[in-house]
């Protein structure tokens, strides 16, 4: 699903018309962006939690010549499903 796939989807879930769920959902990633940058983490019940976390420099390779490069540390987003989406097949 595309981000108009979503919209669409969310449009017609809640009874918006699409600019409207595409102002809400523009609005929730500007939250959730603000958030995370701040290095706090958001945590939607039922849903799951967005964290920021520290991602250790590392050696890799580079898989066309093979030779070793060095990774710098950054800070990642992860997303932990809550326990209704663990328990989907």
Same mark, same amino acid.
């Given at each position: ?13 809640? !009874? ?6 595409? !102002? ?8 959730? /962006? ?35 490069? /060095? ?15 663990? /328990?989907?097949?």
């Amino acid at each position: 699903m595309n981000k108009s796939e979503l919209i669409n989807a969310i449009a017609e879930k809640a !009874g918006l018309t699409k600019v409207q769920a595409k !102002g809400a959902l523009e609005a929730f990633m500007a939250a959730t /962006k603000e958030t995370l940058k701040k290095n706090d983490k958001i945590s939607l019940i039922g849903f799951g939690t967005f964290s920021v976390t520290d991602r250790k420099a590392r050696v890799g390779h580079n898989p066309r010549t093979g030779k070793s490069i /060095k990774i710098p540390a950054k800070k990642v987003v992860k997303f932990k499903p809550g326990a209704a989406f663990a /328990k989907m097949k």
